[in-house]
């Protein structure tokens, strides 16, 4: 009988903080950046209508640590690096066009009037800015900032749009691993 009572007694207490990690965890995933953030749940595309195949060039830059890396496409399709005499890894190359094809955000926050860019680590200059050149001569642009404060992702400024995305972290450490050691042989 006493063993029964026991077992009982741990089945409630195993249930109660069952529920209460759960709860927990629901209310670590839902942080919320501001008031007005809008948490997807996914990772979403920041250009879901791009493709590898449209990218012409793609210019990594560093600012802060005086570094920049691009690579184009040649005539034949190949990826190339122009101011380079290395050979430089299609495969790598191909990898950094498809990650910026497939560039993830989880949340996103209304860019608005008065919000000190500062906070966010683009001023007086962001981590890390992309410009990539599509076949059809659109460009666009990507200002990456600071981590969050969890380190959970990087906060990005993209083209003219009146967003702050929040990027997926490794996504953007490819980019610097891409940019600090380029895939030339």
């Not at 680590?121 to 200002?143: C, K, Q, W, Y």
């Not at 995305?165 to 490794?170: A, I, R, S």
């Amino acid at each position: 009988m006493n063993n029964r009572r026991t077992l009982f007694i741990m089945g409630v207490v195993f249930a109660t903080l069952a529920i209460i990690t759960v709860l927990q965890n629901q209310q670590i995933s839902q942080v919320v950046l501001t008031p007005t953030a809008i948490a997807t749940g996914t990772f979403q595309r920041v250009f879901p209508e791009m493709a590898v195949l449209d990218i012409q060039a793609i210019r990594l830059e560093a600012p802060q640590a005086g570094l920049d890396f691009t690579i184009t496409r040649a005539e034949d399709g190949t990826w190339i690096a122009p101011e380079s005499i290395q050979t430089l890894d299609e495969e790598v190359a191909t990898a950094l066009a498809r990650t910026m094809v497939l560039l993830p955000y989880e949340q996103s926050m209304p860019l608005t009037e008065g919000l000190d860019l500062a906070t966010y680590g683009f001023l007086p200059s962001p981590r890390l800015f992309i410009e990539m050149l599509l076949s059809n001569g659109d460009t666009h642009f990507v200002a990456v900032g600071s981590p969050t404060p969890s380190q959970a992702a990087f906060y990005a400024l993209v083209d003219e749009r009146d967003t702050i995305y929040l990027l997926e972290p490794h996504a953007i450490a490819f980019l610097v691993t891409m940019l600090e050691s380029p895939p030339l042989t």
